[in-house]
């Protein structure tokens, strides 16, 4: 049983940072390529960014290209998401994701099978 507990969330102003993390549980993250999404009230759930197997590649969203960065710790079993200059539209619950794809050829469209629960981050103006 793979379990992804998120951290880090929290009511900021904007322009503000924060980073969040997401510990595994139940199997070492080395195997997966990673991902963040986040859901805000009322919209779908959408991409925010992902890295692969081994860190050496990653992808984001438009929205947060050159704000946000990903990176993940294997050793710690660990995925980070670095988040700067926050703005009120990036109000969100923040999930992280695993997926057996490696990402290596590519992260986009790549399914995945292990959620966590999420941690709120409010950006406030």
């Known amino acids: 049983q793979v379990q992804l507990v998120e951290s880090g969330g929290g009511s900021v102003q904007a322009g503000d940072s924060l980073r969040l993390s997401c510990v595994a549980s139940?199997?070492?993250?080395?195997?997966?390529?990673m991902g963040w999404f986040r859901q805000a009230p009322g919209k779908e759930r959408e991409f925010v960014g992902s890295i692969n197997r081994s860190g050496g590649r990653t992808d984001y969203a438009d929205s947060v290209k050159g704000r946000f960065t990903i990176s993940r710790d294997n050793v710690k079993n660990t995925v980070y998401l670095q988040m700067n200059s926050l703005k009120p539209e990036d109000t969100a619950v923040y999930h992280c994701a695993g997926s057996l794809n490696s990402g290596n050829t590519s992260l986009r469209g790549i399914r995945y099978i292990y959620w966590g629960q999420g941690t709120q981050v409010t950006v406030s103006s």
């Open positions: 139940g199997r070492t993250i080395s195997t997966l390529a």
